[in-house]
């Protein structure tokens, strides 16, 4: 994106391992005013990319098993 800053560089990492993810974070600087566009913008951009790659989020699942006496 034209409004990530070159200077400093970005940053892709991962941050840690979940109990069923593998988080990632990524960090990039641009000017003041175009933040909050940017950010909102990158995420989507992100789920999309990862939709047209086969990439799913995992989620917390719990079973529950009901015995009756």
């Known amino acids: 994106d ?24 990524t960090r990039s600087w641009c ?11 990158f995420t989507e951009k992100v789920k999309k990319e990862f939709d047209a790659n086969g990439i799913s989020f995992p989620f917390p699942q719990q079973d529950i098993h009901i015995i009756k006496d």
């Open 2 to 25: 034209s409004r990530v800053l070159d200077d400093p560089s970005y940053m892709i990492a991962v941050e840690s391992l979940g109990d069923s993810a593998v988080n990632i974070v």
């Open 31 to 41: 000017k003041n005013e175009d933040y909050w566009d940017l950010h909102f913008e």
